[in-house]
């Protein structure tokens, strides 16, 4: 079991290009978590998916961010125009109906550096 | 006031040392109390999790909840160099949307030194 897989691990673009982060999550799992982690502070939820839904985006900032959890093929946190601010770690987590909290399993984040 | 509160340290203790972690949080309708522990460069990693007030033992570890007081700690006995994280306090509530959603401490960074 490969366990949440996400990548890149790390990701360097520079003001106003686009940063993709995609997320496999485990295998059988059916729900998807984003959340970010900004220096110095703890991770925050950003939205939670379902295959072809989005459940609960209350944590997504209004403009730039939009994530999709396709039928096929992993979860992708999408950021258009980054700035220097969306300089952060960004972590998934996968989960199955029934499972919480003790299947609820993060990954090794993909870390976002805007320069 | 933010609705959890964690003291983010640092912490150094020798080896052997019982290291105490605490959080404190504001929101009634917190279901869930777990601890994560996330090491430098990785995803947090869930190290235990209550439902009710009480202790939970596992190992070293031991998990406290108090909901009267709103209060949550996480204790390690005889740690060891290993330990050397940063521990994550998180609590859970179900929304109407039918999603857990988690809510973090800032995290306590721990380091035991040999």
């Known amino acids: 079991n490969a366990g949440v897989m996400q990548n890149p691990r790390h990701l360097v673009r520079r003001r106003g290009q686009e940063a993709r982060l995609r997320c496999s999550p485990m295998?059988?799992?059916?729900?998807v978590y984003w959340y970010r982690q900004l220096p110095e502070e703890g991770l925050k939820f950003m939205v939670y998916l379902q295959k072809e839904n989005i459940i609960d985006e209350s944590g997504m900032p209004k403009e730039r961010f939009s994530a999709e959890f396709p039928k096929e093929g992993p979860s992708i946190l999408r950021i258009q125009q980054v700035v220097r601010g969306d300089s952060a770690a960004y972590f998934c987590?996968?989960?199955?109906?029934?499972?919480?909290?003790?299947?609820?399993?993060f990954g090794s984040g993909t870390r976002l550096t805007v320069v | 006031q933010k609705e959890v509160e964690q003291d983010p340290g640092p912490l150094s203790v020798p080896e052997g040392a019982i290291v105490s972690l605490n959080c404190t949080y504001s929101?009634?309708?917190?279901?869930?109390f777990m601890w994560y522990r996330q090491y430098s460069r990785k995803g947090p990693e869930l190290l235990m999790y209550t439902y009710s007030s009480g202790n939970k033992e596992d190992g070293r570890f031991t998990a406290q909840v108090d909901k009267s007081s709103k209060y949550i700690s996480l204790f390690i006995r005889d740690s060891q160099p290993s330990d050397s994280a940063t521990y994550l306090c998180?609590?859970?509530?179900?929304?109407?949307?039918?999603?857990?959603?988690?809510?973090f401490g800032k995290g306590t960074k721990l380091t035991v030194n040999p």
């Open positions: 987590a996968s989960s199955s109906p029934g499972q919480f909290p003790y299947g609820y399993t």
């Open positions: 929101n009634s309708a917190f279901q869930y």
């Open positions: 295998k059988g799992h059916s729900h």
């Open positions: 998180a609590m859970s509530f179900l929304t109407q949307g039918g999603s857990e959603k988690l809510v």
